[in-house]
């Protein structure tokens, strides 16, 4: 049976579960109030974080998931997650709008990554 760990646990959540060669990181979100262009950068931020954490990086992201709050702001998102992806490395992606826990939230990002 392949271990699970698990880190910075909280009554809801984790924040890294690593099951096996599998890192699933929860929702990251930005600052509340900045810009969209800052909220992205904060996310990733924090992806690069908690990655390292895990033992991976960006280069190793298979997967993420993307909630924007108005998808008005999906151009500027994507300026800040281009210069952040690793050419040659993209994960597969998803993006969509959504209702975020509050509304000075404009972004929340969810990774999953090889160890």
């Known amino acids: ?20 060669e599998t890192i699933y990181l929860c929702g ?9 262009a800052q909220q992205t950068q904060d996310c990733l931020d924090k992806i690069d974080a908690l ?3 895990a033992g991976s990086d960006k280069s190793r992201v298979l ?6 709050s108005d ?3 999906f151009a500027a998102m994507n300026e800040v997650w281009d210069a952040w992806v690793p050419e040659g490395a993209a994960p597969a992606r998803a993006c969509g ?7 000075e939230l404009l972004v ?4 999953v990554a090889a160890a």
């Open 63 to 68: 997967q993420c998931t993307i909630w924007l």
């Open 51 to 53: 990655l390292a954490e």
């Open 97 to 103: 709008e959504a209702k975020l826990a509050r509304p």
């Open 1 to 20: 049976m392949t271990q699970i760990e698990r880190h910075h646990i909280g009554t809801r959540m984790s924040k890294i579960v690593k099951h096996g």
């Open 71 to 73: 998808m008005a702001n």
């Open 108 to 111: 929340e990002m969810i990774v």
């Open 28 to 36: 990251q979100v930005g600052t509340a109030g900045a810009s969209i």
